[in-house]
């Protein structure tokens, strides 16, 4: 009689379990992406390099929209829509990253599980093909929360993530814009190295690259976010900005929203943007589209600082506000509604 009772027991205690998760899932959940806020104007892109802004989006987008269609976590789903992004020469980030002041490529990111708390950063990585995954693999076999420069790097290599020599990064046109500023004290948002109407139009067409970040939500109620970064053009003197700062660039926590930004970073770091959203939801009450909006509309503006983010809630809400000219942005949500945009309207 014991036997079969344990043995009923070893049958269906599973399928409770099974039956419980099943219950647990739900069909809300999208993901959302950025590549870079800054001067994006329409007048000064070609139709071909809208389509090419446009393919990668969509292909990042969709990377992680499949993980989170087939009930993977926001997590997973954040991470691949980032590497996508860091391999294109496109967006400022891993391939294409700026140059700084002393012509090197210094790359930062940040990573963030909503459901743990748990936050993954690197600052300042040189040979680090996908700084992101670094940023995850801190998050799962560090105990800390960020790492920087060789130490982060010595890390790296005792963790089997990929390296490249620094000739990856080579790019003529990050170097033609790092050398129209070298001499100044300037350091610049890669999309603002002209002014929208006076600036110099055929320069400007090959100009258009920007920091990557992503949210999701998944079908277990988790939110996540992350952000990825060559940082400023022009940067001195191992200058680092918001992007790696859980906070400022980038923030997730179940109870509220996930959140990557994009900008003039110092303004970001001063404003702890990330969380500020977060904040003004928690403890204001506000909605996250009112929250994200004061934060990149109000308390930005006011202090002068460029750029924009992107954010989703625990219910799926989403908010891609920004006070540039332009931002590349794209989400798709789980009843298949889906947009790419890059200008104002
Ligand atoms: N926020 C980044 C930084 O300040 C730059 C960017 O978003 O393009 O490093």
Do not use: W
Not at 46 to 72: F, P, R
Not at 87 to 103: E, R
């Amino acid at each position: 009689m014991r036997n079969v009772l344990l043995a009923i027991l070893c049958i269906t205690f599973p399928m409770f379990l099974f039956s419980q998760n099943q219950l647990i899932m739900s069909e809300n959940f999208a993901i959302v992406i950025h590549g870079g806020a800054g001067t994006i104007l329409k007048k000064n892109m070609t139709d071909e390099q809208e389509k090419a802004y446009q393919e990668k989006l969509q292909e990042a987008l969709d990377s992680g929209y499949t993980i989170l269609k087939d009930g993977g976590s926001a997590i997973d789903a954040i991470e691949k829509a980032i590497v996508v992004m860091e391999d294109s020469p496109l967006f400022n980030a891993g391939k294409g990253a700026v140059y700084t002041n002393a012509g090197t490529n210094e790359l930062d990111a940040s990573i963030m599980d909503g459901k743990t708390l748990n936050a993954g950063a690197v600052s300042g990585v040189r040979n680090v093909k996908n700084p992101i995954k670094l940023a995850r693999v801190v998050i799962e076999k560090s105990e800390h929360v960020m790492l920087s420069g060789k130490g982060a790097e010595d890390f790296a290599k005792q963790y089997k993530i990929e390296m490249v020599d620094s000739a990856y990064f080579y790019n003529e046109h990050r170097l033609k814009q790092l050398n129209k500023i070298k001499d100044s004290e300037k350091i610049q948002l890669d999309h603002s190295d002209n002014d929208d109407e006076q600036g110099d139009i055929t320069e400007l067409k090959d100009s258009k690259f920007g920091t990557v970040g992503a949210v999701a939500l998944d079908k277990h109620g988790n939110l996540a976010a992350a952000t990825s970064t060559g940082g400023m053009t022009n940067k001195k003197f191992g200058r680092i900005g918001d992007s790696p700062i859980i906070g400022a660039g980038t923030y997730a926590n179940n109870a509220t929203c996930a959140v990557s930004c994009t900008g003039h970073g110092e303004f970001f770091i001063r404003n702890v943007v990330a969380y500020d959203v977060a904040a003004l939801m928690e403890y204001k009450n506000l909605s996250l589209v009112d929250a994200a909006n004061y934060a990149v509309n109000e308390k930005l503006v006011k202090l002068g600082g460029d750029g924009g983010l992107i954010a989703i809630d625990k219910d799926g809400n989403i908010a891609m506000p920004f006070n540039t000219k332009g931002m590349y942005r794209a989400y798709k949500k789980a009843n298949g509604e889906s947009k790419i945009l890059i200008f104002k309207n």
